[in-house]
């Protein structure tokens, strides 16, 4: 049990787990101590026994009553604390998957005193009874969110507890240093403390590390779980459209060869590799009296503002004009963006030597420059190389379970790191005793980042945001 004893609701509570609409079967979850109780005035065994007669995790056949009248038929399985998904008594009854059916066996269970489960109380009871941390529950969320192969090997690994593990094992070997640190407190001219100040600084420096490791991942943890929102911006006419199509593999955007098609911002997730992009195309920038595309052309800044990742085309075929220079002067003073240069139109042959010039001359002014045809496809795999290098997420990284995705587990990760790199820093120019108070403050942060020490507020915050079932 955890230490959430004022969030522990001893009331018993229902609901269906499975999405809404009719389907096979649907999932009625019911989890309290009354829970095995209540269910046996509603589902009835047809071998006559009672469900209380069955060991744990039997699948028992029977019919489900809803005032007096039987309603539908089939299985119930029954869990028994602390061997569930919750940690309390527990059963789920599959029956089949129509709307109606399913609420009236929810009315029945109701009737006979459960009450209707909130967002995500399935988890948040999994959690205050110690069947999961807050990592892990966040992985959970995640797992039902996840919209790519990569996303769901990531939120597998954290499900299983390996950031969780990885957080704690810091935590620990944090802690033995403070222990040391403490024994030079209270006997300074003994040599009490397990470690020299020499094995302190390589136990930081370690903690520092891994540390760090797992603040590094979380650019590309967000974007495999999601997606980095990349903007596509440049000149009427330069193929942005075109890109757009090509990265989803379907014609999505209207292409033309008319300046100004696009107007409205275009906005779709595509997967490339391990990583989501939630891609909006834009109207092409350019100055106009038009005042639908001038209207286009503000979104298409906005769009350029709010984006994480641009994808900056230039029409590699086309002579050079004041309107691309002055694009790309803008776009190089964004340097809290990444930016990928797209050259596109490869496959015309240019006739301006003095374009090509001047892409040779700002090329290696953006972190990646590609050369593609958005038209025929070729290039893809440029873009794709440059962008799991902005943000790499190797199959064995995600399956090691230690990539941050949640912005409150990095942001008490990154704190932590701070206090460990002050600890080190003191421990450089003062005693040991001094250093004590950064790696007490580390230890602190580490442990609100597994939800060890995190606010109430903060915990149904969390369980807010899952859906009602989960
Ligand atoms: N040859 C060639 N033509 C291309 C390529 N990419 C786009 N085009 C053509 O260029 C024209 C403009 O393409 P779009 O994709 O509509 O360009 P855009 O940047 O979205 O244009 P706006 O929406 O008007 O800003 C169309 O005729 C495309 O077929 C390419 O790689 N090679
Ligand atoms: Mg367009």
């Known amino acids: 049990m955890s230490q ?12 269906v787990s499975t999405a809404h609409g009719k389907a096979g079967i649907a999932v009625i979850r019911i989890t309290g101590s009354d829970s095995i109780n209540i269910v046996s005035k509603v589902f009835f065994p047809r071998s006559g026994k009672k469900i209380s007669d069955y060991p744990a995790s039997s699948a028992i056949f029977g019919d489900i009553y809803c005032n007096g009248d039987c309603v539908d038929s089939g299985l119930l399985t029954v869990f028994y604390a602390p061997r ?35 967002p995500g109380e399935f988890t948040r009871r999994a959690f205050i009874n110690g069947k999961l941390d807050l990592a892990q529950a966040e992985a959970v969320a995640e797992l039902i969110d996840a919209e790519s192969t990569a996303a769901i090997k990531l939120s597998n690994a954290k499900v299983a507890g390996k950031l969780s593990a990885e957080i704690d094992d ?27 100040a020499d094995e302190m600084k390589t136990a930081l420096e370690n903690a520092l590390s891994r540390l760090d490791f797992l603040c590094s991942g979380y650019a590309s943890g967000r974007a495999v779980s999601c997606g980095v929102k990349t903007s596509i911006v440049g000149l009427p006419n330069s193929g942005k459209s075109s890109l757009l199509n090509m990265l989803l593999g379907s014609e999505r955007a209207i292409v033309t060869d008319i300046a100004g098609t696009t107007r409205d911002v275009i906005t779709e997730k595509a997967v490339i590799g391990n990583i989501s992009l939630v891609l909006s195309d834009t109207a092409g920038i350019r100055k106009t009296d038009d005042i639908v595309e001038k209207i286009g052309v503000e979104k298409a800044y906005s769009s350029l503002d709010e984006a994480e990742l641009v994808l900056a085309v230039i029409d590699g075929s086309s002579k050079l004009c004041d309107d691309e220079k002055n694009m790309i002067d803008l776009l190089l003073q964004k340097q809290d963006k990444n930016i990928v240069l797209i050259v596109n139109k490869n496959d015309i042959e240019n006739p301006c030597p003095e374009k090509a010039e001047y ?18 496809g070729e290039g893809k795999d440029k873009i794709e190389q440059a962008i799991s290098e902005l943000y790499p997420a190797g199959d064995e990284l995600l399956a090691s379970g230690l990539v941050v995705t949640s912005a409150r587990i990095y942001s008490a990760l990154k704190n932590a790191k701070d206090a460990v790199s002050d600890g080190l820093e003191t421990l450089k120019n003062y005693t040991p005793d001094v250093a004590g108070t950064d790696i007490e403050r580390a230890i602190s942060f580490l442990s609100m980042a597994d939800g060890r020490s995190v606010t109430e507020d903060i915990v149904n915050n969390i369980f807010s945001r899952f859906c009602v079932g989960k």
Not at 4 to 15: D, E, I, N, Q
Not at 184 to 191: L, S, T
């Open 359 to 376: 892409i040779s001359g700002i090329s290696p002014r953006f972190s990646h420059s590609v050369s593609v045809s958005a038209k025929n």
């Open 170 to 196: 810091i935590s620990h070997t944090l802690t033995e240093i403070l222990a040391s640190v403490y024994a030079f407190i209270d006997y300074p001219d003994e040599d009490l403390s397990d470690m020299s």
């Open 4 to 15: 959430y004893f004022s969030l522990a609701a001893g009331s018993t509570v229902a609901a």
């Open 84 to 118: 569930s998904y919750t940690g309390e008594d527990t059963a789920e009854i599959s029956c089949h998957g129509n709307n109606l059916c399913v609420s009236m066996i929810l009315s029945a269970l109701f009737e006979n005193g459960a009450e209707p489960a909130g």
